[in-house]
C-alpha cells in the first residue's frame, strides 16, 4: 500500500467522531478505491489523492450527510455515554488504588511500631 494512500486514510479516520462498523467498511471501500485508483496513476503526493477525492473532511461530511441525522446524533451520544463510563472507571479505580497503597502504608506503619514496642527478649534453646 502506498504511504500516501495510508496518510489520507488515517486523516479521513481521525475526522470520524465515532467509528463503528459501518465507518470501517466505509473506510475500507474508499481505501480499496484509492488502491486501484493508484493503480492506474502513479501518485507522488499527498496533494494528487486531494486534489482527485477531496479533503479529509469533505469525504466525512458526504459521509453522514448521506446517514439518517438521527441515527447519527444516537451514535454521538452513545459515544459520550461510552466515555464518560470509561472516565469514571479510570477514576474508580485510581481511588482503589490510591487507598490500598495508603492502607498498606499504614499497616506497615503500625506492624513497625509494634515490633518497636515489643519488651523482653527471646532466648532460642538448641536442645
Given at each position: 500500500?502506498?504511504?500516501?494512500?495510508?496518510?489520507?486514510c488515517k486523516h479521513v479516520?481521525?475526522?470520524f467522531p465515532v467509528i463503528k462498523k459501518e465507518e470501517r467498511l466505509y473506510l475500507n471501500k474508499l481505501e480499496n478505491q484509492l488502491e486501484d485508483f493508484c493503480d492506474e496513476h502513479p501518485i507522488h503526493s499527498l496533494n494528487q489523492l486531494y486534489d482527485e477525492y477531496g479533503v479529509p473532511s469533505n469525504i466525512?461530511?458526504?459521509?453522514?450527510?448521506?446517514l439518517d441525522t438521527d441515527r447519527v446524533i444516537e451514535r454521538i451520544k452513545q459515544a459520550k455515554i461510552a466515555r464518560v463510563i470509561i472516565l469514571f472507571?479510570?477514576?474508580?479505580?485510581?481511588l482503589a488504588s490510591t487507598v490500598a497503597v495508603t492502607k498498606?502504608?499504614?499497616?506497615?506503619?503500625?506492624y513497625q511500631e509494634a515490633i518497636a514496642n515489643i519488651n523482653g527478649?527471646?532466648?532460642?534453646?538448641?536442645h
Amino acid at each position: 500500500m502506498n504511504k500516501y494512500i495510508k496518510q489520507y486514510c488515517k486523516h479521513v479516520e481521525t475526522l470520524f467522531p465515532v467509528i463503528k462498523k459501518e465507518e470501517r467498511l466505509y473506510l475500507n471501500k474508499l481505501e480499496n478505491q484509492l488502491e486501484d485508483f493508484c493503480d492506474e496513476h502513479p501518485i507522488h503526493s499527498l496533494n494528487q489523492l486531494y486534489d482527485e477525492y477531496g479533503v479529509p473532511s469533505n469525504i466525512v461530511n458526504d459521509y453522514y450527510s448521506s446517514l439518517d441525522t438521527d441515527r447519527v446524533i444516537e451514535r454521538i451520544k452513545q459515544a459520550k455515554i461510552a466515555r464518560v463510563i470509561i472516565l469514571f472507571m479510570l477514576i474508580l479505580t485510581l481511588l482503589a488504588s490510591t487507598v490500598a497503597v495508603t492502607k498498606s502504608v499504614l499497616y506497615y506503619k503500625a506492624y513497625q511500631e509494634a515490633i518497636a514496642n515489643i519488651n523482653g527478649h527471646w532466648e532460642d534453646e538448641i536442645h
